[in-house]
């Protein structure tokens, strides 16, 4: 497990590569979260596509859970993934009557946030780095109160 300069832990597992014309490259990204809140991965996803020597292409990104997501936001001002949470439990709030309880009160809120902002990304890469506006990095968003870890599946392809 790698840990980040903002102390949240990541690791890469290597999947199969294919060969052929162009690139194909899978991994896995394991990331432990704190709790609710947002992990950046940015740095992991390029330092993998370095590690890759990828080129131009464009790297996909699923999140293997039901009660978190991923989503690509400002990456200056925290205020706007505190104010993206605060949205996000106003539209599905944990003391709302769910009838899935089995999991906790936080369980099908979760579900709910996570339907809302996605399990899945792609975005182009150039010059082996994924190609993000100045302002916008990716993160994995915790929708539950404890602390998990959180599987991505990651696949390039490209030259």
Do not use: C
Not at 36 to 47: E, K, L, N, Q, S
Not at 107 to 114: L, Q, S, T
Not at 129 to 155: C, F, K, N
């Amino acid at each position: 497990m790698e840990q980040s300069r903002d102390g949240n832990s990541w690791r890469i597992e290597p999947l199969d590569e294919a060969t052929g014309p162009g690139r194909l490259l899978a991994a896995r990204l394991v990331v432990g979260t704190a709790g609710r809140g947002f992990v950046p991965i940015t740095a992991a996803v390029d330092g993998w596509l370095a590690a890759a020597r990828a080129g131009t292409g464009l790297v996909t990104l699923f999140l293997r859970h039901t009660s978190a997501s991923l989503t690509i936001q400002e990456n200056t001002d925290p205020d706007v993934l505190a104010d993206l949470a605060d949205a996000l439990d106003r539209l599905a709030p944990a003391d709302a009557r769910w009838r899935h309880a089995l999991e906790g009160p936080d369980d099908m809120p979760a579900h709910v946030k996570a339907s809302l902002t996605g399990v899945s990304l792609a975005v182009p890469v150039v010059a082996g780095r994924m190609d993000l506006g100045t302002w916008q990095a990716v993160y994995v968003v915790e929708h539950r109160a404890s602390p998990h870890r959180r599987t991505l599946t990651i696949h390039y392809a490209g030259t």
